[in-house]
């Protein structure tokens, strides 16, 4: 077993693959909306780079995840639960 440290086992995530995650359309914008506080995950700095932790943007598309299934099952018309058939 190897002791060194692969990229994929860091506990962060860069900003440059952060761009990419949330589609900004480069850097730049990503930082501006840090600097704005619109960013939509918390993010920090570590030594000369920003980067958001890892599993702080696993659960946010979980939540995302969790808030389109219920979406699903709301009545498009009046926004209320639609009960399931069991």
């Known amino acids: 077993m190897s ?7 860091l ?3 860069k ?3 952060l761009v990419y995650i949330f589609d900004y ?3 730049a914008a990503a930082y501006m909306a840090i600097k704005r506080g619109t960013f939509p995950v918390p ?5 000369n780079q920003i980067v958001a932790d890892k599993e702080v943007v696993r659960q946010f598309f979980l939540q995302q995840r969790e808030e389109g ?3 699903l099952m709301r009545c498009p018309k009046c926004g209320t639960r639609m009960r399931t058939r069991t």
């Open 3 to 9: 002791d060194t440290l692969k990229v994929t086992d």
């Open 25 to 27: 359309k480069n850097k």
């Open 15 to 17: 900003l440059d693959d």
């Open 43 to 47: 993010t920090y700095k570590l030594v």
């Open 11 to 13: 506990p962060f995530i």
């Open 69 to 71: 299934l219920a979406s």
